[in-house]
């Protein structure tokens, strides 16, 4: 969902928080995006990855901003549905064209083959280099085992690189069950007319379920990252989580 639409949908609560000095949207939006915006420049930087696929990338400009940086020294493909894809292709027409490492393209990230499939999408990459998999604001309109199957899919497709690299937000329960947590989740649930999940209630529970899909996942709270990213500082940084999840195989 465009971060825009989402603000205006939660603008009066938005506002009473506000008023009474409490936490806002802007303060999660901004510190999952910037967080995750951070491990995945640590990542390229590194030498860790130079691929990247961002599924249901949306108008997010992440990808823009990212050839910008590094050149051809990374591939980004931002992967959504098919409507979406020809809206950003029709919008990024001169860049595409003069950036051949920068694509936009088609994805089912549930299926299971073909070419719009995940592992389809990864083998058009170069498997000697490593590859990071980047989802935002996706997982919680998805039932448990919708995103259970997302993932899996995604391990499967990492275990195919040398390097790989998956970072996502979450909402875990244990996080968003203040009142004004929960107002937020209520608020969403209307304007995109149907249920926001949330999945696990503990990080320790979203941990276990990776291992079970052979990766290992640090779940990060925003905050801890205050000091280097401004966005962290935020009363209302810690209503998501970041999870930074790598092969288990790679870190042993």
Known sequence: MPASALHMALAPSMFVSRSFGGPTLEDFLLARHDLIDHHLTELIESGKATQIIEIAAGLSPRGSRFVERYGDKITYIEADLPGMVAQKRKLL???LRACPNHHV???????EQGAHSLDGLAMQLDTSQGLVVVTEGLLNYFDKDSVLNLWARISSTLAQFPQGAYLSDIHLQAQNSDPLAQA??????????????LH????????LSMENLGMACQVLKPSDFAQQIPACSGKGADFCRILFARPASAVK
């Open 93 to 95: 027409a001169t860049r």
């Open 105 to 111: 393209k088609v994805v089912d990230a549930f299926a």
């Open 184 to 197: 937020f989740v209520a608020g969403l649930g209307i304007f995109v007319r149907g249920k926001v999940h």
């Open 200 to 207: 696990f209630e503990t990080a320790g529970h979203l941990q």
